[in-house]
Structures are given as C-alpha cells and as structure tokens.
C-alpha cells in the first residue's frame, strides 16, 4: 500500500531553515515524479517544487515555483527512500501546512491535480 509521511515542519523565525521529509513506502519513490506543496490558512493548495523520476538517472530534473526559487532546494534519497525540501531564508508568507504527494509518471509538474497520491502534510510557520 502506498504510504507517504511529511516530517521535520515547525516554527521558525524569519531568516531561518527549515528541511522537510517525505518519507514513501510502498513504492520506490526513485520512479515517480514527486511534489511539494503547501496551502495557507484559507487559500488554495500550490505548487512549490517537484522532481521528476529518475529511474536510472542520477540527475532527475527540478521544478521550483517563482516564489521559492534560490532559496529551495528538493532533494532525493534513493537508499532511504525519502524526498527532502531544504528550505532557506524562511519568510512569513512561506507558512502554511507543507504536504508531499507522488506521481507515477515521468514529469513533474507544480499543479497539484495531478498528483494521485498525497502524505497528510506537516505545518511550518514562519514569524516575522
């Protein structure tokens, strides 16, 4: 059964980091396309950033939204299975409940209705 876990949210102050995990089971995340969103109190879920799948490529393409670029950095950890979003210089309008969510196909893509499969999401609040 597909399983994914979001961990390592919390609260920071403006300026800080923060690195999330997206630990998957179930499946081998190396061979799906996988996403990080997050959705504000009362706004709609968007798209952070994605990865493509690598199959047997050790440089699987990136996708980062405008607004995250240079300061996020999505990772992928074969052997632990597990997707990873570093995220720097934390400003307040970064806060909202960070989920992860997978994708069987190749390509990845910051629109979150084409992912079928979604972790529960962990919370990251940034103060100012």
């Known amino acids: 059964q597909l399983r994914i876990v979001e961990s390592g949210g919390g609260l920071v102050q403006a300026g800080e980091s923060l690195r999330l995990s997206c630990a998957a089971s179930?499946?081998?995340?190396?061979?799906?396309?996988m996403g990080w969103f997050r959705q504000a109190s009362g706004k709609e879920r968007e798209g952070v950033s994605c990865i493509t799948s690598g199959g047997t490529s050790n440089n699987p393409s990136t996708v980062y939204d405008d607004a995250v670029k240079g300061r996020f950095t999505i990772t992928r950890d074969t052997v632990r299975n597990t997707v990873y979003l570093q995220m720097d210089n934390l400003k307040p309008e970064d806060s909202g409940v960070y989920f992860c969510?997978?994708?069987?196909?190749?390509?990845?893509?910051?629109?979150?209705?084409?992912?079928?499969?979604w972790g529960q999401g962990t919370q990251v609040t940034v103060s100012s």
């Open positions: 179930g499946f081998t995340a190396q061979y799906y396309a």
């Open positions: 969510a997978a994708n069987p196909k190749y390509y990845c893509s910051l629109d979150p209705s084409t992912y079928p499969s």
